[in-house]
C-alpha cells in the first residue's frame, strides 16, 4: 500500500484502527514530495521538520483514543493563509520573508482537529491568476502533464493533491481559483458560500469575493474537510452565524428528488471546447440515469460577469495592497533616500507584472470621475447577476456548467494575452459575484488524457447539497479514481 495514495476518510480509518501511523504517513508524504517536487513544483515551503513534530503528537492522541476530526492527516495550505511561525509569501517578492505572528481561523480550526500541516503550495501572486505562471517564487506543472499549467491561481494546491503530495489541502476562490485548477488537475474543488468559511487570516485580494475551501481527492474528502473549516467567526464581520450541518450526513445516493438546471447561455460561451462540451453533456445523461430531473435554465447577463469581476475585484485589490509600502512588513527598498522614492521603488520592484495591472486598473476605476462609470455600473450588474441566480433557483436545486471553457493550456501559452486568461474564468467568476457555493468534479478526460471538470452551483449555504449531487455522480463514475502517471 502506498500510504501518500490514500484518501483522507480512508487515512482516518486506518489510523483509528491503528494499522497506520501518522509519523509512517507523513514520512510517506514526504518522501513523495522529494520524489517528484522536483519535476511538479507545487510547494513554496516544505515544513518537514514541524510536520513530523505534529504526526508524532497525533500519534500519541491516537494511543490515549483522543482522536479528532483530522488528526495526522498531512494537508498542504495555499501560501495565502496565515501560519504562526511558518513563511507566508502569497507567491509575492514584498513578502518572500514574511513570518506570520497567528495563525489563520482555518489554521487554527486544522491544527485543533489534529491536522498535519506538510507545506505552503504555490500560487499566483496574491491569487491573482488562471495558471499560477504569475508566482514570483516558480512555476508549478501539472501532474498529468508536465508541459502544461495546473490552473490557478491555487495551481500548487490542487498539483499536490493530483500528483499525491498531500492527502488534501486548502486553496482560497475570488474568481475561480479553487474550482478551476481543480478542474484541470482532475481533482474535488469547493468555493463555499460568502461568509461560510472565515476569512481570517487570509491575506486578502478582493474581500466581497474572497473564499477559502478544500481540495481533494473525492467528495467524500471534501465534505471532511468542509465540517473542519466552517462556521462563524467574530473576527471576521462577512462571516455569518448560520447553523454548520454535518456535510458528510449528504453523502447518500438518491436524486430523484432533485431538479438540476443546465444554463442555456453557457453553451455558446466564448472558447468553449467541444470535449469538454460533450464531457459535461454525459455528465448530465449521468444524472438523468441517477433520476434526476433535468430543466434548462436561464442567466441572461452571463456575458457581462467577466467584464463585471475585472472591474470589481481589481478596485478592491487596489485597496487592499496599498498596505504593502515598505513600512508595515516585507521588503522595502533600503537604499531610497525619500519616503516617496521608497514606497515607489518598494512597490515597483515588489509586486509582478500581473499585480501591477490591477493595481493600476483599480485604482483608475476608483477615482473620482470614473467610480460610477465603472465600479458602480460594475455593482449594479453584479445585483443583476445575483437576481439572475435567484431566479433559476426557483426552478432548480443546482446549476451544471463545465468549469473551464478548455482543458489544462500550454505553459506560456496564454502568460502574454491577459485578456485570453481572463476568459479562463468565464464559468465560474459569476458564483462569486453572486456569493453561491460552487463546486468542480472530475467528468471526464480528452482525447488528450487531460482532466475535464464539472461546475455544480448552488443556492447560499447549500452546500450539502452540492455535495449530495457530486457524490452521487462520483459513485456512478471512475473519472475520479484515474491518477497521473507521474
Ligand atoms: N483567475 C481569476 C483572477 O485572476 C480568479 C483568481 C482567484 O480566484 N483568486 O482574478
Given at each position: 500500500?502506498?500510504?501518500?495514495?490514500?484518501?483522507?476518510?480512508?487515512?482516518?480509518?486506518?489510523?483509528?484502527?491503528?494499522?497506520?501511523?501518522?509519523?509512517?504517513?507523513?514520512?510517506?508524504?514526504?518522501?513523495?514530495?522529494?520524489?517528484?517536487?522536483?519535476?511538479?513544483?507545487?510547494?513554496?515551503t516544505?515544513?518537514?521538520?514541524?510536520?513530523m513534530?505534529?504526526?508524532?503528537?497525533?500519534?500519541?492522541?491516537?494511543?490515549?483514543?483522543n482522536?479528532?476530526?483530522?488528526?495526522?492527516?498531512?494537508?498542504?495550505?495555499?501560501?495565502?493563509?496565515?501560519?504562526?511561525?511558518?513563511?507566508?509569501?502569497?507567491?509575492?517578492?514584498?513578502?518572500?520573508?514574511?513570518?506570520?505572528?497567528?495563525?489563520?481561523?482555518?489554521?487554527?480550526?486544522?491544527?485543533?482537529?489534529?491536522?498535519?500541516?506538510?507545506?505552503?503550495?504555490?500560487?499566483?501572486?496574491?491569487?491573482?491568476?488562471?495558471?499560477?505562471?504569475?508566482?514570483?517564487?516558480?512555476?508549478?506543472?501539472?501532474?498529468?502533464?508536465?508541459?502544461?499549467?495546473?490552473?490557478?491561481?491555487?495551481?500548487?494546491?490542487?498539483?499536490?493533491?493530483?500528483a499525491?503530495?498531500?492527502?488534501?489541502?486548502?486553496?482560497?476562490?475570488?474568481?475561480?481559483?479553487i474550482?478551476?485548477?481543480?478542474?484541470?488537475?482532475?481533482i474535488?474543488?469547493m468555493?463555499?458560500t460568502?461568509?461560510r468559511?472565515?476569512r481570517f487570516?487570509?491575506?486578502?485580494?478582493?474581500?466581497?469575493?474572497?473564499?477559502?475551501?478544500p481540495?481533494t481527492?473525492?467528495?467524500?474528502d471534501?465534505?471532511?474537510?468542509?465540517?473542519?473549516?466552517?462556521?462563524?467567526?467574530?473576527?471576521?464581520?462577512t462571516?455569518?452565524?448560520?447553523?454548520?450541518?454535518?456535510?458528510?450526513?449528504?453523502l447518500?445516493?438518491?436524486?430523484?428528488?432533485?431538479?438540476?438546471?443546465?444554463?442555456?447561455?453557457?453553451?455558446?460561451?466564448?472558447?468553449?471546447?467541444?470535449?469538454?462540451?460533450?464531457?459535461?453533456?454525459?455528465?448530465?445523461?449521468?444524472?438523468?440515469?441517477?433520476?434526476?430531473?433535468c430543466?434548462?435554465?436561464s442567466?441572461?447577463?452571463?456575458?457581462?460577469?467577466?467584464?463585471?469581476?475585472?472591474?470589481?475585484?481589481?478596485?478592491?485589490?487596489?485597496?487592499?495592497?496599498?498596505?504593502?509600502?515598505?513600512?508595515?512588513?516585507?521588503?522595502?527598498?533600503?537604499?531610497?533616500?525619500?519616503?516617496?522614492?521608497?514606497?515607489?521603488?518598494?512597490?515597483?520592484?515588489?509586486?509582478?507584472?500581473?499585480?501591477?495591472?490591477?493595481?493600476?486598473?483599480?485604482?483608475?476605476c476608483l477615482?473620482?470621475?470614473?467610480?460610477?462609470?465603472?465600479?458602480?455600473?460594475?455593482?449594479?450588474?453584479?445585483?443583476?447577476?445575483?437576481?439572475?441566480?435567484?431566479?433559476?433557483?426557483?426552478?432548480?436545486?443546482?446549476?451544471?456548467?463545465?468549469?473551464?471553457?478548455?482543458?489544462?493550456?500550454?505553459i506560456?501559452e496564454?502568460?502574454?494575452?491577459?485578456?485570453?486568461?481572463?476568459?479562463s474564468?468565464?464559468?465560474?467568476?459569476?458564483?462569486?459575484?453572486?456569493g453561491i457555493?460552487?463546486?468542480?468534479?472530475?467528468?471526464?478526460?480528452?482525447?488528450?488524457?487531460?482532466?475535464?471538470?464539472?461546475?455544480?452551483?448552488?443556492?447560499?449555504?447549500?452546500?450539502?447539497?452540492?455535495?449530495?449531487?457530486?457524490?452521487?455522480f462520483e459513485q456512478?463514475?471512475?473519472?475520479h479514481?484515474?491518477?497521473?502517471?507521474?
Amino acid at each position: 500500500m502506498n500510504l501518500h495514495e490514500l484518501t483522507i476518510q480512508k487515512a482516518l480509518k486506518l489510523l483509528k484502527e491503528k494499522e497506520i501511523s501518522s509519523t509512517d504517513l507523513t514520512r510517506a508524504v514526504l518522501d513523495r514530495i522529494d520524489a517528484v517536487e522536483e519535476r511538479v513544483g507545487a510547494y513554496i515551503t516544505i515544513a518537514g521538520e514541524t510536520a513530523m513534530e505534529q504526526a508524532m503528537l497525533a500519534d500519541r492522541a491516537i494511543s490515549t483514543g483522543n482522536i479528532s476530526p483530522l488528526t495526522g492527516i498531512p494537508l498542504a495550505i495555499k501560501d495565502l493563509i496565515c501560519t504562526e511561525g511558518l513563511r507566508t509569501t502569497c507567491a509575492s517578492r514584498i513578502l518572500e520573508n514574511f513570518v506570520p505572528p497567528y495563525d489563520a481561523f482555518v489554521i487554527k480550526k486544522l491544527k485543533k482537529a489534529g491536522a498535519v500541516i506538510v507545506g505552503k503550495a504555490n500560487m499566483d501572486e496574491f491569487a491573482m491568476g488562471s495558471s499560477t505562471e504569475n508566482s514570483s517564487i516558480k512555476i508549478t506543472r501539472n501532474p498529468w502533464d508536465l508541459n502544461r499549467i495546473p490552473g490557478g491561481s491555487s495551481g500548487g494546491s490542487a498539483a499536490a493533491v493530483a500528483a499525491d503530495m498531500c492527502l488534501g489541502s486548502l486553496g482560497s476562490d475570488t474568481g475561480g481559483s479553487i474550482r478551476q485548477p481543480a478542474s484541470l488537475c482532475g481533482i474535488v474543488g469547493m468555493k463555499p458560500t460568502y461568509g461560510r468559511v472565515s476569512r481570517f487570516g487570509l491575506v486578502a485580494f478582493a474581500s466581497s469575493l474572497d473564499q477559502i475551501g478544500p481540495m481533494t481527492k473525492d467528495v467524500t474528502d471534501c465534505a471532511v474537510l468542509m465540517n473542519v473549516i466552517s462556521g462563524f467567526d467574530p473576527k471576521d464581520s462577512t462571516s455569518v452565524p448560520e447553523d454548520v450541518s454535518d456535510y458528510t450526513s449528504f453523502l447518500k445516493n438518491g436524486l430523484s428528488e432533485i431538479t438540476v438546471g443546465i444554463p442555456k447561455e453557457y453553451n455558446a460561451a466564448e472558447g468553449l471546447n467541444p470535449e469538454v462540451a460533450d464531457a459535461v453533456k454525459d455528465a448530465v445523461r449521468v444524472m438523468e440515469d441517477l433520476g434526476a430531473k433535468c430543466i434548462e435554465v436561464s442567466l441572461p447577463h452571463t456575458e457581462y460577469a467577466v467584464a463585471a469581476y475585472y472591474v470589481i475585484a481589481p478596485s478592491e485589490a487596489s485597496s487592499n495592497l496599498a498596505r504593502y509600502d515598505g513600512v508595515k512588513y516585507g521588503f522595502r527598498d533600503k537604499e531610497k533616500k525619500s519616503l516617496i522614492e521608497m514606497y515607489r521603488s518598494t512597490r515597483s520592484n515588489g509586486f509582478g507584472p500581473e499585480v501591477q495591472r490591477r493595481i493600476i486598473l483599480g485604482t483608475y476605476c476608483l477615482s473620482a470621475g470614473y467610480y460610477d462609470a465603472y465600479y458602480r455600473k460594475a455593482s449594479r450588474v453584479r445585483t443583476l447577476i445575483m437576481q439572475d441566480f435567484d431566479n433559476a433557483f426557483k426552478k432548480c436545486d443546482v446549476i451544471l456548467s463545465p468549469t473551464t471553457p478548455t482543458t489544462a493550456f500550454r505553459i506560456g501559452e496564454k502568460k502574454d494575452d491577459p485578456l485570453a486568461m481572463y476568459l479562463s474564468d468565464i464559468f465560474t467568476l459569476s458564483a462569486n459575484l453572486a456569493g453561491i457555493p460552487g463546486m468542480s468534479i472530475p467528468c471526464g478526460f480528452s482525447s488528450a488524457g487531460l482532466p475535464i471538470g464539472l461546475q455544480i452551483m448552488g443556492k447560499h449555504f447549500d452546500e450539502g447539497m452540492l455535495l449530495k449531487v457530486a457524490y452521487n455522480f462520483e459513485q456512478a463514475t471512475n473519472f475520479h479514481k484515474q491518477k497521473a502517471s507521474i
